[in-house]
């Protein structure tokens, strides 16, 4: 509730004399909506769910992103139906075109699979006609994406003062390595944000150095909070008529898929984490979160278990995690039905410093069991497991293909690949998963239909060198 302050700063003379709130009309306020109810919002379509147009239909990206977590953002937000227009180097294009290829003179799959439902034009930034393209863009796009070392976007001259003054209703994101403070001018590629954000120093056996997790939540982690700043900063546009400039530093992006080790950490303080094997190894805590190999990260202790073939195949695990309220299910399972009156087994409390003979008892029985059984058999009395699924059982599974999940699409150069489809399933906009564009596809494209070029001026541009690869014959000559 505000609160009025006793002594009010006076106010200056101008100020006095300047109306009380400024109206400012919105660009939205113009047009009233043809079907309007009477608050003003549209009525609800009566379209079939689905066939009502995309969530983000309308919205036009100017995607500088490169690598993996601008990419990531741009990809989420083409997939919702954002016409996102990726700007790449003439010739080069973003770096991971090339990296880690698996099929000769192909775009690689690492930039394939996160550059999907774009379209690709190229222009060189430090080129003039390359700005002035840049400049017809800016006026166009509703937000400038882009995860560039910090600095570059401002020595291309691209500044927020810049962007503002020829667009002001343009968002500007950013993703950084670090936000302001002092490694605020570092790079930063994945595992340094894993590193920085307390991931690492908390992942991997106690006894074992920290370790780096195969997911990536440094680069996409942080892709997808930025997907959330642009929409909310699209959402609050429509009543301030204005953009912003939204800042996801990958450090904190890391910290915040970590927080319950922050969590931990406080609790600390308090006593040891009775939660943790440790505590029932009877090992000491130190000043910090240690960490915790496969321990549950919550308060129903868990633990990963071998399933029948683990011998020869890595991935014959399951995650068990032993829910209070079906110990009783899980004593019948492994053949301890007294485990559920004795007082040294039957509540959770009197479980955790035995937590090691009772993980090692659940083995006994889940190695009699593939992963897949104890799966099934689990489940049906309501016990929480997972099945460690290798990439490649993904790669075949049919429900996730069914739900979108992982989806294959067709490439002129490389031929079908699987790439993953949108997580997020939004029940009246279907996602829109589409392949990556070939490098420069869409220039012309884009040069005519979007910015309003004509034949003579792409012709113009061309000869200029603007958007097309230096000559390297000239070069050396
Ligand atoms: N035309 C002309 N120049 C272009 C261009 C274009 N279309 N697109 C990019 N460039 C130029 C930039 O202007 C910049 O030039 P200057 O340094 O001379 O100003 C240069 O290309 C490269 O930019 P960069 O420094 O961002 O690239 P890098 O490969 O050296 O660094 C990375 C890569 C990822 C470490 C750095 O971009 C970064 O720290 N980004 C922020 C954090 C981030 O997103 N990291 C995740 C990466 S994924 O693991």
Redesign the pocket.
């Known amino acids: 509730m505000a609160t009025k302050t006793k002594r009010q700063k006076p106010k200056s003379r101008a100020a006095a004399k300047k109306p009380a709130r400024k109206v400012v009309k919105l660009a939205s306020a113009k047009k009233p909506a043809k079907k309007a109810n009477g608050n003003g919002l549209p009525k609800p379509s009566n379209k079939p769910y689905g066939q009502a147009g995309l969530a983000l239909q309308g919205v036009r990206i100017l995607d500088?992103t490169?690598?993996?977590?601008?990419p990531t953002c741009t990809q989420l937000l083409a997939y919702m139906g954002a016409d996102v227009i990726k700007?790449?180097?003439?010739g080069a294009g973003d770096?991971t075109r090339g990296q880690l290829r698996d099929v000769p003179n192909a775009d690689s799959l690492y930039f394939t699979m996160l550059n999907g439902s774009k379209r690709s034009i190229?222009?060189?930034?430090?080129h003039p006609k390359?700005m002035d393209i840049l400049n017809r863009l800016i006026k166009t796009c509703d937000v400038l994406v882009e995860?560039?070392?910090?600095?570059?976007?401002d020595?291309?001259g691209l500044t927020w003062e810049y962007i503002h003054k020829l667009n002001p209703r343009m968002i500007v994101a950013s993703?950084?390595?670090f936000g302001p403070g002092p490694y605020e001018d570092?790079?930063?590629?994945?595992n340094v944000?894993q590193c920085a954000g307390g991931a690492a120093s908390t992942t991997g056996f106690r006894e074992g150095p920290p370790l780096v997790t195969g997911a990536q939540i440094?680069?996409s982690g942080?892709g997808l909070h930025l997907a959330l700043g642009i929409v909310s900063a699209l959402y609050q546009r429509i009543r301030t008529g204005r953009g912003q400039k939204v800042l996801c530093a990958?450090q904190d992006g890391v910290l915040n898929l970590t927080r319950v080790k922050l969590r931990d950490q406080q609790r600390l303080a308090h006593g040891p984490l009775t939660e943790y094997s440790q505590y029932s190894e009877g090992v000491p805590f130190g000043k910090a979160v240690p960490r915790a190999g496969n321990d549950s990260g919550g308060g129903q202790p868990a633990w990963l278990l071998k399933c029948k073939g683990w011998e020869n195949d890595p991935d014959a695990y399951i995650y068990f995690i032993t829910q209070a309220p079906v110990w009783g299910a899980i004593c019948d399972l492994i053949g301890e039905p007294t485990w559920k009156t004795d007082p040294d087994y039957a509540t959770p409390k009197a479980r955790l410093p035995r937590l090691k003979k009772i993980f090692a008892r659940i083995e006994e029985w889940t190695m009699t069991k593939t992963k897949f059984e104890v799966m099934d058999i689990c489940n049906a009395v309501d016990i929480p497991v997972g099945p460690i699924l290798s990439m490649k059982e993904i790669a075949e599974d049919e429900s996730l293909r069914a739900t979108g999940t992982v989806v294959e699409v067709d490439h002129p150069t490389r031929g079908k690949y699987l790439t993953v489809g949108n997580p997020i399933k939004l029940s009246d906009s279907p996602a829109d998963v589409r392949r990556s564009p070939l490098l420069g596809e869409h220039t012309e494209e884009i040069l005519s239909k979007v910015l309003g070029y004509n034949g003579a001026q792409i012709a113009e541009i061309k000869a200029s060198g603007a958007i097309t690869a230096p000559d390297k014959s000239k070069a050396a000559a």
Do not use: W
């Open positions: 500088f490169h690598v993996q977590s601008g700007v790449e180097r003439p770096i190229t222009i060189d930034s430090k390359g995860n560039f070392a910090p600095g570059a976007l020595r291309m993703v950084k390595g570092c790079k930063v590629y994945e944000a440094g680069d942080t990958m």
